[in-house]
């Protein structure tokens, strides 16, 4: 079975720092594209941050404060997150998005709740 499990959610001040974790399976992992996405209560989820076996992406609200890596010998990607902000609350999901033969199919985690004070 496809599994994605985050970890290191929790309550921070603003300014402050987690670092979130997603651990997948190997089959999932092999495949070049993990992200992080969030979603607020009453809004759409986006994508945050993603990387491939190259390449990172970031969206403008979090460029400069957060780092998507991975480690393909623990086969878990992370998300480093600075200088947080009471905007960055939400529940954050581990997306892995692994090709087919029509294209892509996402698969998701469970999400971890990061809330940001004030």
């Known amino acids: 079975q496809v599994q994605l499990v985050e970890s290191g959610g929790g309550l921070v001040q603003a300014g402050g720092s987690l670092r979130l974790s997603c651990a997948a399976s190997g089959s999932i992992f092999s495949h070049n594209f993990m992200g992080w996405y969030r979603q607020a209560p009453g809004k759409q989820r986006y994508l945050v941050a993603g990387?491939?076996?190259?390449?990172?992406t970031y969206a403008d609200s979090v460029k400069g404060r957060f780092t998507i890596s991975r480690d393909n010998a623990k086969n878990t990607v992370y998300l480093e997150m600075n200088n947080l902000k009471p905007e960055d609350t939400a529940v954050y999901y581990c997306?892995?998005?692994?090709?087919?033969?029509?294209?892509?199919?996402?698969?998701w985690g469970q999400g971890t709740q990061v809330t940001v004070s004030s």
């Open positions: 997306n892995a998005r692994v090709p087919t033969m029509s294209g892509f199919r996402d698969y």
């Open positions: 990387i491939s076996s190259r390449d990172t």
